[in-house]
Structures are given as structure tokens and as C-alpha cells.
């Protein structure tokens, strides 16, 4: 247990201390430490306000946003009619001042730990719905509920909004996501997490496990959840990597998909280059084994169709993804029966195959509803903003929309108010606690500025809804006055002709010989 214990403190250690080994020569000890763990001494100053400018292609436009505590807040998007309309009303845009200074919660690295792995135990439950799919595999929803409410399960009748959250690919249900629940439940939502197969205690009841980008399952999910509350809207939430799940349905399924508007936190958008490059060593170690503890249960079973020792066996994310997808020999075939370069070129193969059919991006043109993505520069799980962050989809798709903060890690966004009313948090008469009720709570940003964005752009599709049927009308009342005055006209222009048996007779033998 010691050893386990020491080998604990080294791997912190080196978590710690090896991102800012790089700036050491160049600036002094102290300044390094703090660029390595992402901690500022002081935020740089910008001007306040909001300013809309063209790109250099001219096709796309910057909204930036400044706080005096802040560096910057940028939404990245096409100009539109929506676009001006979520500057206007969203103000938790610009609303973001992240923590600075010699806190954890400024480091990149340790709030993005924290929100991925502390418990919460806020007063959240779930009850499940199991659902059988068309292949009798399994996916679960589970339904977020107030534990103090007796009444588990909500009427059909309901016209309460859905939140379909979607977890990361690895199936782990994060601090993040329990938070989030619980803000949805306090803004009226109805939030339903999203599990696949075999993830979260769902049962494997088929040898078939859900492909990274593979929206078939979601697709049933959200039929059921239609027809479970067809009253209410439904709206989308992604965490992390499970955001190539959403964008691959939201792609597949264009107008068809049901959701009003979708939000991705934290999105990993360049998902074959993220499981080539890989992570920090010790971050990809943790998920891998996670992942391996996950699948250990169905070790036997899983036997039949993959070759587990591979699988077992894997140091990396794209080692366990091939292991899973992309075996192209049978189990049990003798490996020396082709050679390395032979065996290696069809796993390569079947590596690019697999990434056709499962790029988040690959239908992008076709997505039909609102999609917005908050993101941070020093994400340490993404990556490099210029090399994994497709600028030029939000400069040019008007769909797509993303609020991109110098500062916030993966799925983090920690405020100097979240900080302080979680290190007071029964102070009496403190601004942060009589601001509103989920300021009091430490409510994370992002989560704020999601349902900000799903209230402004339900009340922007409203009110071009009802313009379009003032319209209508007023062209359906035009129409007819015309109509009445032209049959009024051709009443008026009529001339009398004299009725005589002459003019009779010339009738009848008209329409006797038009008989015959």
C-alpha cells in the first residue's frame, strides 16, 4: 500500500511540475509553474463592451466580449439575424470572469480533474428506463428527479422542456453532468441522460458495442422520448467526447432530428487526429484504465468477436478503439500467418474506415438547428485551439456558434463567484447570495449560458414564427379585398341583355345540337 502511495506522489508531482519544465530558462521559476499549471497572476486588461467584426475572408464574424477580471470572450459565428439577436439577449456571454491568482480553480488541469472526478452530492436522483433496440441491445435514460419529490415519474401530458444529456464516450458520469441536472431542474427541464451500451450499469445483452459516432441508438432513444412527452420541446446537451455522438445525429438526421437547439461543452471536434496524437500520459493512463475496468465485466463474452488480449493489453485510447472496431482476422486465427507489413496495412485500413463512418463532422452541411459550443483555449484535453477547433466551420456554417474563453480547462469554466460562494456559502447578506438562487449555489457558467441560449433562441424561432403568420395574414386580407373588388368590377360591368323567345330558342337549339 505504501508503494501504491508513493507511486501517487510521483505521478501528482509530474503532473504538476512537468507542463511548466518548458518556460523554465525563460522566466523565472514562479512564472513558470504558473503558466505550466494555467494559473495567471494577473488578467490582462481589454476594453468593455461588444464589437462585431469581419474576417480577413470576409465571410465570418467575431463578437468579443470583455471583462475588466477577464481577458476575453469571443462568439465566433456567421452574421445572421440570430447572431445579433444572442448578442443582444444572452448577457451571460459576457459575463465571465474566471478565477486568477494562486487558486486551484485557475489551473486548467486541476478544475478540469475536479469537475471530471469529485462527487457531488447534491440532492439529484435518477430513475431509469431501460429501452430494448431494434438489434435487443439496450441503452438506458435516466431521468433526473428532486429527491424530495414523491412522484417519480412525470405525466405524458407534460409541456415541461426535455434535456437529453449526452456524457463523454468513456460513459463516466461526471460532476458537470450532476450539476448541470440539477440546474436544469431548477429551470423547469426535464433532464434525461443518455447511456450506451453496457455503459452505467446498462446491461450487454448483444455482442454489439456502440461505435464512437454511430447514432442509431440515439436516434430510438429519442423516438421514445417523443413519444414519452410529445408536448414538450426537446433540447440537447453533449459533455466532452460524447459530442461527436451529437453532432454525428444532429448531421445524419438534418430537420428530422426533433431537438430545438443543442449545446456541446468542451467539444472534441477533430476526433481521429485527437485518438492519434493522444493525451499527457498521465491523463490517457487514466482513461484507458477506466476503460478497461469498464469492459473487464464482459471480458468473457466480448471473447467471442474481438481478440481481448489485444484489448487488454492496449497503452492508448486508438489501441483500445481498434481493439473494438477495427479488427479485420478473425479470433483465434494465428497472427504469423500474414506479415507484419500485410497485418499492419489492413489494420491502417480499417482504421480510415472506421473514421469515415464515424467523424463528428462528416454530415456537418447538413445540420438544420442551432448549435453552440463552449470551448477554452487551455483546454488540456482537446488540445491546441488552431489545430483542433475548425474556426472556419463557425465563420461560414450560419448554424454553427461558438463561445471560445482564453480561460475555463475541459468542461471547467470556474468564476471568482463560484469560488467565493463555495468557500461562503452560508455567509448572511453577501452579494453573491442574494443575486439569485443559482448565483448563491456556485451555478457553473457554461451551464448559464446554455439555458440562456436555449431561452433566447425559442423566443427568436417564436417571434419569426409569429411575423410569418402576421404576414400571411395580412397578405390572406389583401388577397380578399382585392378578389371582392374584381368580382364587384365584373358584376357592375355587366351589360343586361333583353330576354326575348327568340334568344331563348337560339339557346335551346344550341345546347341540343352540343348534346348531340
Known sequence: MLEW?????????????????????????????????GISQQAAKDKTGGRVSDQEGGDGAQAAFADERARTVALICKPSALANYLLKHC??????????????????????????????????????????????????????????????????????????????????????VLKLCETALSHGYLPAVFNRRSHNS???????????????????????????????????????????????YLGECGSSSYVTAAVCLSPVFRCQSWFENGLCWPLQWALVLYQKICLS?????????????????????????????????????????????????????AWEAYWERNEPLRDVDEVAIPVLSVCARDD??????????????????????LLLTDRGGHCG???????????????????????????????????RALLEFFRATTDFFAAEERAKQLAARRRGLGGGVGGRVFRHRS??????????????????????????
Open 413 to 447: 469554466f470556474s468564476t471568482q463567484s463560484e469560488g467565493s460562494a463555495a468557500g461562503a456559502l452560508g455567509a448572511a447578506g453577501s452579494a453573491a447570495a442574494t443575486n439569485s438562487g443559482m448565483e448563491s449555489h456556485g451555478t457553473n457558467w457554461s451551464h
Open 202 to 248: 446498462t446491461p450487454l445483452t448483444t455482442l454489439k458495442l456502440q461505435q464512437f459516432g454511430d447514432p442509431a441508438d440515439l436516434r430510438e432513444a429519442v423516438r421514445y422520448i417523443r413519444y414519452r412527452q410529445p408536448a414538450g420541446r426537446l433540447y440537447a446537451v453533449s459533455e466532452s467526447s460524447g459530442s461527436g455522438l451529437l453532432l454525428s
Open 5 to 37: 502511495l508513493v507511486a501517487l506522489c510521483i505521478v501528482i508531482l509530474v503532473v504538476l511540475l512537468w507542463p511548466g519544465s518548458k518556460y523554465f530558462g525563460t522566466e523565472s521559476p514562479p512564472d513558470a509553474l504558473l503558466q505550466g499549471l
Open 380 to 401: 488540456p484535453i482537446r488540445g491546441d485551439t488552431q489545430s483542433t477547433v475548425p474556426l472556419e466551420l463557425f465563420e461560414t456554417n450560419p448554424h454553427f456558434f
Open 491 to 516: 358584376v357592375s360591368t355587366c351589360k343586361r341583355v333583353p330576354v326575348c323567345s327568340h334568344n331563348i330558342h337560339a339557346i335551346y337549339n344550341w345546347q341540343r345540337s352540343y348534346t348531340r
Open 297 to 349: 465485466r464482459y471480458r468473457t463474452v466480448l471473447g467471442e468477436t474481438i481478440q481481448t488480449d489485444t484489448l487488454f493489453s492496449s497503452c492508448s485510447l486508438r489501441g483500445l478503439e481498434e481493439a473494438l472496431f477495427c479488427q479485420t482476422g478473425h479470433v483465434g486465427s494465428a497472427p504469423a500467418a500474414a506479415t507484419g507489413a500485410s497485418s499492419s496495412s489492413n489494420t491502417s485500413g
Open 91 to 176: 448577457r451571460t456571454f459576457s459575463n465571465y470572469s474566471p478565477c486568477v491568482g494562486w487558486t486551484w480553480r485557475a489551473s486548467a488541469f486541476l478544475q478540469s480533474v475536479y469537475e471530471a472526478c469529485w462527487p457531488y452530492d447534491r440532492p439529484v436522483q435518477f430513475v431509469r428506463d431501460n429501452l430494448q433496440l431494434s438489434d435487443d441491445g439496450l441503452v438506458a435514460l435516466d431521468w433526473a428527479v428532486p429527491s424530495y419529490q414523491k412522484r417519480r415519474r412525470t405525466s405524458s401530458h407534460s409541456t415541461s422542456p426535455v434535456l437529453l444529456i449526452i456524457p463523454n464516450s468513456f460513459g463516466k458520469i461526471t460532476r458537470n
